[in-house]
């Protein structure tokens, strides 16, 4: 799977939160595009999202790409998605989004490691800063970062912790 992400342009984020497999999953968008996907201390995370336009709640419904990310989670959860089609905008560096664009090469079901996707973009000595990029993906699940292990295949560390990503990881390998 490869999407194109593009650079959000909106001040304004909106958000909603949905249940899904995992928990309340908390989404944002400039409107058009999702630009997070989001498990754990929603209020924490608001904070950080804030921006100049403001931060605004919505209905999941309300907008058609949480409509859409809401869908299409809940069939990635029950087995029968393995790609998504959702417009993407995060907000990140270059360097940082070439990274997370690599991320959506990964296929569902396999992993990759640091070095790897270092030499993936042509900066193979790297592979910390792609981990660090990793950690800083906005899109979780959409965006695979949890298909990314150690070089000696471990799970290594997970944004919403290793449990969530043993159970993203098992999930797609019992497919």
């Known amino acids: 799977m490869t999407m194109t992400l593009i650079q959000p342009t909106a001040t304004t984020v909106r958000y909603t939160v949905i249940d899904a497999a995992l ?39 309300e907008l058609n790409v949480f409509a859409a990310a809401g869908e299409q989670l809940a069939e990635y959860f029950a087995g029968t998605r393995i790609e998504f089609d959702i417009p993407l905008a995060p907000k990140g560096t270059e360097f940082q989004r070439k990274v ?40 979780s699940i959409i965006v695979p970062c949890h298909r990314v292990i150690g070089a000696n295949g471990a ?15 098992d999930l797609e390998a019992a497919r």
């Open 23 to 61: 928990g309340r999953i908390l989404l944002t968008s400039d409107g058009d595009h999702l630009t997070g996907l989001y498990l754990g201390d929603f209020d924490q995370i608001r904070e950080r999202l804030a921006t100049p336009g403001g931060v605004e709640p919505v209905a999941d419904d």
């Open 100 to 139: 997370w664009q690599a991320l959506t090469t990964i296929p569902y079901g396999a992993t990759a490691g640091y070095g790897e996707l270092a030499a993936w973009i042509n900066r193979p000595s790297a592979a910390r800063a792609v981990g660090a990029a990793n950690g800083r993906n906005p899109i």
């Open 155 to 169: 799970l290594t560390g997970y944004a919403w912790g290793e449990e969530k990503k043993r159970t993203l990881l």
